[in-house]
């Protein structure tokens, strides 16, 4: 039983930033790696960032050099800053996190919308 609850998202002008966080709670025991995903409208859900508990990332190609991922292991937090927003930035974007005490069974949060004016 885990929860991931996003925020930070919203309406940001083309070349503007925007942090998003996202926290795990619940019977978590321990978790491993955290990520960002996001969707837009009529396409497949993407990878935008992940980041293993000891600090590894790894980056979609579209968001490298912009954005930056971040996590607290005490506090069970991801957090991923954007720079340089695009039109093309506009999705939902997912939290997620795997938790290897379940089964290594993956968890998803909510979704946040993020909207990147021109």
């Known amino acids: 039983q885990v929860q991931l609850v996003e925020s930070g998202g919203g309406l940001v002008q083309a070349g503007g930033s925007l942090r998003l966080s996202c926290t795990a709670s619940?019977?978590?025991?321990?978790?491993?790696?955290m990520g960002w995903y996001r969707q837009a409208p009529g396409k497949q859900r993407e990878l935008v960032a992940s980041?293993?508990?000891?600090?590894?990332?790894d980056y979609g190609a579209s968001v490298q050099g912009r954005f930056t991922i971040s996590r607290d292991n005490a506090k069970n937090t991801v957090a991923l800053q954007m720079n340089s927003l695009k039109p093309e930035d506009t999705a939902v974007y997912y939290c997620?996190?795997?938790?290897?005490?379940?089964?290594?069974?993956?968890?998803w949060g909510q979704g946040t919308q993020v909207t990147v004016s021109s």
């Open positions: 997620n996190t795997v938790v290897p005490a379940m089964g290594w069974k993956y968890y």
């Open positions: 619940g019977r978590i025991f321990s978790i491993g790696a």
């Open positions: 980041i293993t508990r000891s600090g590894s990332t």
